[in-house]
């Protein structure tokens, strides 16, 4: 089977998967939904995924667990049953093991933990009165990016900085690709976790691209081992947001959106570039809603 298909099929068992993670998923069900044999699914889920679908359900089961336990009122047991662990004590086995946090004391204090998210290859704002479109064409559409504009206040950022990394590949090479499963965890935060080219005045001799999550001021949980907690100055952003595209072509879609960037006079709507006001930041490549990218900005 080819790799294209494989990753077709595995897809769709992880989908099956996140449909049905608090019933019963055997082996036997996976490979009957996917018309193929338990061991090619077995064996073909490893390769693709990394994990085994056995460990890989266990990471999201205790994943959604600790949201659960993050964002609800509930009692560990209901929590642990719910997702079809047989005890409260096999249940606060595993999510010690796998978080270095009991259940219960991670619904107490819920700080940052390491979340195992899909591996699959965030705030909505309300646009203003203009559109940018592009001069050119790529075959006979017509590709519109829409430009608006938000208000940062003053508030704290969850970051952790690289050494020399100046966008993404680089820095998932110095610090790996899984500081959004941390991110992703912290339940006071403000909007969705960020990548950011940080201004000369915020670098702190460090790299270029971080990735954060911004917070509010009073914010004052245990920060992470390798992790850094700043303050951002308020600011104005604006906000470029391309049209959806498939998930495969994301590294295209962000290159058009860069494009216009780099032809888009802001003056023109009364404001400058301020690249020393902010980190520009970008938003998790997400086909469905268009790549997102945010600028710093100020008023002429």
Request: negative net charge; aromatic residues 14%.
């Amino acid at each position: 089977m080819d790799k294209t298909n494989s990753m077709r099929i595995v897809q769709m068992l992880q989908d099956y998967i996140e449909e049905n993670l608090q019933n019963s998923i055997t082996l036997k069900q996976l490979a009957d939904y996917s018309n193929y044999s338990p061991w090619h699914i077995g064996h073909m889920f490893k390769e693709v995924v990394g994990k085994s679908p056995y460990e890989y359900i266990r990471l999201r089961r205790l994943t959604m667990a600790a949201l659960v336990m993050r964002d609800e009122n509930k009692k560990v047991i209901d929590v642990a049953l719910d997702f079809v662990f047989d005890s409260q004590e096999g249940f606060t086995r595993a999510f010690t093991k796998e978080f270095g946090i009991s259940p219960y004391k991670y619904h107490k204090q819920t700080p940052p933990i390491k979340l195992f998210l899909p591996n699959k290859v965030y705030d909505t704002f309300k646009a203003i009165n203009y559109i940018y479109q592009n001069e050119g064409r790529i075959g006979e559409v017509m590709k519109t990016v829409f430009v608006q504009i938000i208000e940062r206040p003053e508030r704290k950022c969850l970051i952790k900085r690289g050494i020399k990394a100046t966008e993404y590949f680089e820095y998932c090479e110095e610090v790996g690709c899984d500081i959004w499963n941390v991110l992703t965890s912290v339940k006071e935060a403000l909007y969705e976790p960020i990548g950011m080219w940080m201004p000369e005045n915020l670098r702190n001799n460090a790299s270029e691209y971080v990735q954060g999550v911004e917070l509010p001021l009073d914010y004052d949980k245990t920060i992470p081992d390798g992790y850094e907690l700043i303050v951002l100055p308020p600011c104005t952003m604006m906000i470029f947001q391309g049209e959806p595209y498939d998930d495969e072509k994301f590294s295209v879609a962000i290159d058009e959106v860069w494009k216009h960037i780099d032809k888009f006079n802001p003056e023109l709507y009364g404001y400058k570039w301020a690249p020393e006001n902010g980190p520009r930041f970008q938003l998790a490549p997400m086909g469905y809603r268009g790549y997102i990218e945010a600028r710093p900005v100020q008023k002429c």
